[in-house]
């Protein structure tokens, strides 16, 4: 089956940084990708759709200024988190869809903000 | 995005019973998933069925979906204690996935 990659698989930050996650379609072109973030013992939460090429459409109440994503090419997204607080913390994960719009999930992130 | 209610929300039985869960949706979808996710890990896909599918299998699982009542079964059966962990069901409708809001499975040796 189709593979999503996710890096890195965990990473510590400090309060005020700002942390990368480079989310790849290994072995298909995905035109969309999605970003989710799940909080301890709860379900995952869209947190932006974004295609390739043009801006990710957000979710309500998820802020686009301080979740910076990009889509530069068909295989590679990346979610951004400004200025990270410990409120930011999450498992963070991505999925890219096939032309024929089935999902793959990547393995996720970890994010830790100290 | 609303998301989907699953049931129960924790299940917990002894090493080979079978266990059943349940996912409700509300709006209409191309197809539904269901993933397995253990503590703190990514997830694993487990089964995709069709919206004109009614039951799918795959080794010990079997899937139901019921499109008139927007509602889909997962059942395990011959339970493993590798099977604990959270499951979840994803409506996907077009380019969206939506996820449930999860039953966690305890599997006791």
């Known amino acids: 089956g189709a593979v999503v990659s996710q890096h890195p698989s965990w990473v510590i930050c400090k309060s005020g940084t700002s942390v990368k996650i480079e989310c790849r379609s290994l072995d298909f072109q995905a035109t969309t990708m999605f970003w989710y973030r799940q909080f301890p013992k709860q379900s995952l939460m869209l947190m932006a759709t974004s295609n390739e090429g043009s801006k990710a459409t957000y979710e309500q109440g998820v802020e686009k200024d301080k979740f910076l994503i990009n889509h530069a090419s068909l295989t590679l997204s990346t979610l951004t988190v400004t200025s990270a607080h410990p409120e930011d913390s999450s498992f963070y994960i991505c999925?890219?869809?096939?032309?024929?719009?089935?999902?793959?999930f990547g393995p996720g992130t970890r994010l830790t903000v100290t | 995005s609303q998301q989907g209610e699953e049931d129960p929300q924790a299940l917990s039985i002894q090493e080979g019973e079978n266990a059943t869960m349940n996912c409700s949706y509300k709006t209409s979808i191309n197809n539904l998933q269901w993933y397995r996710q253990n503590s703190g890990r990514g997830l694993v896909h487990l089964i995709l069925i069709r919206s004109n599918e009614r039951e799918k299998h795959s080794g010990r699982l079997r899937v139901t979906l019921d499109t008139s009542k927007k509602s889909s079964s997962l059942l395990i059966t011959a339970s493993r204690a590798a099977d604990t962990a959270s499951y979840f069901c994803?409506?996907?409708?077009?380019?969206?996935?939506?996820f449930g809001t999860g039953t966690k499975l305890q599997v006791i040796p």
């Open positions: 994803a409506t996907v409708g077009y380019q969206k996935v939506t």
């Open positions: 999925s890219a869809s096939t032309i024929q719009s089935e999902q793959y």
